[in-house]
């Protein structure tokens, strides 16, 4: 497995990923709960909670647990899923009322290395803030990091 993250501007993450397994397979892992809920959040957390529809024009909510017991929703709509090749979703984060937070725009796609193993390109924008961005970073590649143990 490689790994790259690089950020374009202040607002942007860009993270590319190869995964050790074929493209079908990494794609299914983004569009299937049972498998969302195990890889979805960042080590140390839980997901006790997930709901939605995965298809162009669904939604999904999900609740991540910390070790200290605080909550952190984050919702989205699914603006498009283009079987093996491309998902995209709205990604905000709920406060306390439900209210959803700033709203980023995710883009990811699969494409073949040629030996069996999935290039996953993924891009997270427009960011409110560089500690925001950076915090996603963080968090999203520590659940890459249990997607690859998975795969």
Known sequence: MSVQTTQKADAE????????????????????????DRWGCPEGMTIPVSEGDIRTGGWFRTCMRSSDGS????????????????????HAWDNETGERGHETVVTIAFSDTGDGRTRMHFHQAFFASQASRDGHAEGWNSCFDKLATLL
């Open 13 to 36: 993450l860009v993270i590319q990923r190869v995964f050790n397994a074929p493209r079908d397979l990494v794609f299914e892992m983004w569009t299937r709960k049972e498998h969302l």
């Open 71 to 90: 909550e952190h929703w984050v919702s989205g709509q699914y603006r498009e899923i283009s079987p093996t090749e491309r998902i995209v979703f709205t």
